[in-house]
């Protein structure tokens, strides 16, 4: 309820007036309360079993040996992912499929396991597929993507699949691969920085100097 506000009037020896104003108090209605705990944003909102996901098959790589050997992956597809599919954009996915969170997870609101066997018409066809790594994580991601961007599950409806992509590997996506710098990359960058040139030389110096290097 408001209460309504006080008026106190203070006199001063002077002969001047002050008027006080108590502050008022507002009233709280339960749909006030309800709007201040409402989630801020689209990834506050708990996913339900209804929420459209997009999953891929792709072929990814592994070194084994100096060789990059092929797997197959189940990876889930943002919106973004999903519309640049449909550009005919080379990828590394075979096959899209459309599917829910309540398909996909045991509960949409708090997963805790990915029920692959409602994957089937997504590796109908292939053998040893692996999940992706974090795949709950990431799955959850993609599925707030598609509440932000609702047509983009236009493209793949649930429980439909679709070949209708550009998978090439010509460009392998290789998933453990390291890059280490070899000694001559970091004599090479030490002297890239050299913006006054002090090492000066040429390039049989630059070489004799890297042997001294390795042999010291």
Do not use: H
Not at 34 to 62: H, I, Q, R, W
Not at 142 to 156: D, I, L, N, Q, W
Not at 184 to 198: A, P
């Amino acid at each position: 309820m408001f209460r309504k506000a006080v008026f106190v009037v203070l006199s001063a020896p002077w002969g001047c007036s002050f008027v006080l104003q108590q502050p008022q108090t507002r009233r709280v209605t339960p749909q006030a309360v309800e709007e201040s705990a409402a989630p801020a944003s689209v990834a506050d909102v708990p996913l339900t079993d209804s929420n459209y996901v997009a999953m891929g098959l792709a072929k990814v790589f592994f070194m084994s040996e100096g060789k990059a050997q092929g797997q197959y992956i189940i990876e889930p597809l943002t919106a973004g992912t999903l519309e640049t599919l449909q550009l005919g954009v080379p990828t590394s996915y075979c096959r899209i499929f459309g599917t829910t969170c309540g398909d996909l997870f045991d509960d949409p609101a708090n997963p805790s396991v990915v029920q692959v066997k409602n994957l089937a018409k997504l590796t109908e066809g292939y053998e040893n597929v692996q999940l992706c790594e974090s795949m709950i994580e990431r799955s959850m991601a993609a599925a707030r993507t598609f509440r932000r961007r609702p047509e983009a599950a236009e493209y793949v409806a649930v429980d439909d699949t679709s070949e209708e992509v550009n998978f090439n590997t010509d460009r392998k996506r290789i998933m453990d691969l390291q890059y280490e710098p070899s000694f001559d990359d970091n004599v090479k960058q030490d002297r890239s920085i050299d913006v006054y040139n002090r090492g000066g030389g040429d390039d049989d110096t630059l070489a004799d100097e890297i042997n001294r290097l390795a042999e010291s």
